[in-house]
């Protein structure tokens, strides 16, 4: 049983997408109008008013569960939010390595980054929503607990064993379909995805980073989505906080977009996440009847990825490595 079914608050389902589609309208319209370069204190200020959204959404929902449910419930459903938000947030830095490597590729000027990561962006929410409708609707079945469990732990010794994954977008069946259907021009034309030369319709570069950027979107989403499952079983808490972490995803990018090569240990940590998740979902929980403490899971979450980020930091690259 789910303390916030869906017939009982779609209107609130609908109220909180609507709200962040608006938020995203006044962010595009209003302050991003104008293509620009996003400096680093302006990417800082956005980082914490996205921050403390979610954290006074945190705070409203906690509110709401102590004059519903009373304390115990209202500690455990504001916990269970605020872990999940720290997964999504520490998984999505993983898409920032691929961020800067495709813009490098597609050789996407910084002003127009940000109008690509803000469609993007509109993209990976509808994405989210769909692979959160089906995860809450798989795990009504036992087994599937189980078999996302066991898909955690194995990406997790995946991505801490494997080696450096090379990202070749020219690879890429969906983008080579793409070309085939739709014309793409060799250069860039301003900020637009689309153009017209001599009557056809053609794409431009910067769409073809878009969908590749999308693309690979739906791949972390595979990992992602059923991590946070793994913290809490409640559609809502789970399709809230990973929207408010894809929000902020944009400005942690332009703040940390020229330091992500400093963290190479953080895949470690991201590793190790998963890893943790997945052996939550199919031996934790049952070892500590039924619910493994969500105090502790915050905690170990938050050890893993900073303990990850001061060791890379600690101990930084050579000069030699960092040219490998």
Request: aromatic share 16%.
């Amino acid at each position: 049983m789910t303390l916030f079914p869906f017939a009982e608050y779609w209107t609130f389902y609908t109220a909180f997408t609507a709200a962040v589609l608006l938020l995203l309208a006044a962010d595009l319209g209003i302050f991003h109008r104008k293509a620009h370069a996003v400096s680093f204190k302006e990417a800082l200020l956005w980082v914490c008013f996205w921050v403390a959204l979610a954290l006074a959404f945190c705070f409203g929902l906690f509110q709401y569960s102590l004059d519903k449910f009373g304390m115990e419930t209202a500690r455990e459903v504001a916990l269970e939010f605020l872990t999940g938000y720290v997964l999504e947030e520490s998984l999505s830095v993983d898409n920032m390595f691929v961020f800067v490597v495709v813009f490098g590729y597609f050789g996407v000027p910084v002003q127009y980054q940000h109008r690509v990561l803000f469609y993007g962006i509109v993209g990976a929410l509808l994405f989210r929503a769909l692979f959160i409708a089906a995860g809450s609707a798989l795990l009504q079945f036992q087994w599937t607990v189980f078999v996302f469990g066991a898909i955690l732990i194995l990406t997790g010794i995946k991505m801490m064993f494997g080696g450096e994954g090379k990202i070749d977008p020219e690879t890429s069946g969906p983008l080579r379909l793409l070309r085939r259907l739709l014309p793409v021009t060799p250069v860039m034309h301003g900020a637009r995805f689309f153009v017209r030369e001599n009557g056809i319709l053609h794409g431009t570069p910067l769409l073809v980073c878009l969908v590749f950027l999308e693309l690979t979107d739906i791949l972390f989403a595979i990992d992602s989505v059923p991590a946070i499952f793994g913290v809490t079983s409640e559609p809502l808490i789970v399709y809230t906080s990973n929207i408010f972490a894809i929000l902020g995803l944009r400005s942690l990018f332009f703040l940390l977009a020229g330091a992500v090569h400093l963290f190479h240990f953080l895949k470690y940590g991201l590793a190790s996440v998963l890893m943790f998740v997945g052996l939550k979902m199919v031996w934790l929980n049952k070892l500590y009847d039924g619910h493994f403490p969500i105090l502790w899971s915050l905690a170990i979450i938050g050890v893993l990825i900073g303990g990850s980020i001061a060791f890379s930091l600690a101990f930084p690259k050579s000069q030699e490595q960092s040219a490998t």
